[in-house]
């Protein structure tokens, strides 16, 4: 049994489809990442999971249970909001409390549980405090305590830490991580940052113009991005675009914008595309190596250089452990990265071949749906 399961779900707004048509499931005490560009339905998506908007069309269930036409407060789910939306008269104390208030426990009992829950969320201490007197990120987590102290099923986090600064967002992050480990609590995060979806993902659910576009554990839509858009949206890369001029049963070769011919491998010949059709092909910055431009050059038949192009760097661009270069092939510009090596500076103007293995790129079709690796 799934903790959600959403079936064929439609959200229309006179006849726009804030979300389209959206089937999911989520496991039992799995993390699951809703990732997307804004305005593409997540908010709604997760409103409709907790009872806030009512689905145009399809169903949702919670722990097995048809939920669709159930107001929130008959849904064993817990909603955590980007504004954290805390009661700002009320102590902390009171806050994390008012759940259970709701509930019908009696004030001891509610006090001492509100205790246990700020402990859990590192807050005790702070319970005779109001929200203002507290920092971002402690009122995120009280927020977050006053959804876990109800022990809902299923608990919705949209976006909580979008207004927290780099260093406590990533606090944040692995406090959520932890919770969610020692609770083995459902939970479902809506979020646009690629990283913190990486972060704490067990399985991130991509977005986009309100449809599903693909769900799968963070390594699996990384490497093996359905679309284009996907690929683009996970991470910066290179996007080359050919022209299909020899295909093989195992690859297809397509001359590119940056001048060589690139090898495509592919493991199922049916789905790549044949002889004169476009192709786009994703160099990801992480995967090429770069070397002084004395050392050889793999020659393919003909002469023509392949899998390797040769330019000059343009730009070099420190980014702490890690540095970017922008290096101009004559044709194009293409950016890499590389760990920071101080005994290996590459310096602007310096010419330089870059080269990548072909396994570790990715290519799309002219309808922009990937064809070099295996279906998941
Ligand atoms: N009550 C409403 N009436 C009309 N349109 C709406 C309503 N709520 C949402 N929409 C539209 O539905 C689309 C999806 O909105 P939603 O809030 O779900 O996006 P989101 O993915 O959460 O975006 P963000 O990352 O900006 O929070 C948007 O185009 C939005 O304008
Ligand atoms: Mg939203």
Redesign the pocket.
């Known amino acids: 049994m799934s903790a959600i399961k959403l079936e064929d779900v439609t ?1 229309s ?2 006849g ?1 489809n ?2 389209d048509d959206l089937s999911l499931e989520v496991k039992e005490g799995e993390l699951l990442c809703v990732l ?12 409709m999971i907790g009872g806030l ?1 009512r689905p145009t069309e399809g169903d949702v269930h919670i722990a097995g249970q048809k939920v669709t036409r159930q107001p929130p407060y008959e849904r064993d789910c817990s909603i955590v909001f ?1 504004d954290w939306a805390l009661f700002p008269h009320k102590t902390i104390l009171e806050n994390v409390a008012f759940g259970l208030k709701m509930d019908g426990i009696d004030r001891t009992k509610r006090k001492e549980r509100a205790r246990e829950t700020l402990e859990m969320v590192q807050l005790d201490g702070h319970e005779n405090k109001k929200p203002k007197e507290l920092s971002g990120g402690q009122q995120q987590r009280v927020a977050l305590a006053r959804s876990l102290i109800v022990e809902p099923h299923v608990l919705l986090l ?2 909580p830490l979008s207004n927290l600064d780099k260093r406590l967002k990533e606090e944040m992050q692995l406090e959520l991580k932890d919770i969610h480990k020692e609770l083995d609590q459902t939970m479902v995060h ?1 979020t ?1 940052d690629q990283s913190e979806a990486f972060t704490l993902a067990d399985r991130i659910c991509i ?1 986009n113009d ?1 449809k599903l576009i693909q769900v799968g554990a963070p390594p699996d839509v990384y490497n093996n991005p359905k679309n284009q858009f996907v690929e683009e949206f996970l991470g910066d890369t290179n996007f080359l675009e050919g022209t299909v001029v020899e295909t093989a049963s195992d690859e297809v070769v397509a001359k590119t914008d940056l001048g060589c011919h690139v090898d495509i491998p592919v493991t199922n010949r049916q789905a790549a595309p044949d002889e004169g059709e476009s192709v786009s092909i994703s160099l990801r910055p992480e995967n090429m190596q770069l070397r002084q431009s004395e050392i050889q050059t793999i020659k393919a038949d003909g002469g023509d250089t392949r899998c390797t192009a040769s330019g000059q760097v343009d730009n070099v661009i420190y980014r702490g452990s890690m540095t970017r270069l922008y290096i101009d092939t004559g044709s194009r510009t293409i950016f890499v990265e590389q760990q920071y090596d101080p005994d290996r500076e590459i310096e602007e103007q310096q010419n330089i071949v870059i080269q990548w293995d072909p396994k570790r790129l990715v290519a799309f079709d002219n309808e922009e749906t990937q064809f070099t690796t295996v279906e998941n």
């Open positions: 959200k707004y006179g726009f804030a979300v997307g560009p804004s305005g593409c339905g997540k908010s709604t998506t997760m409103r908007e980007q949209d976006e809506v646009h977005m309100g």
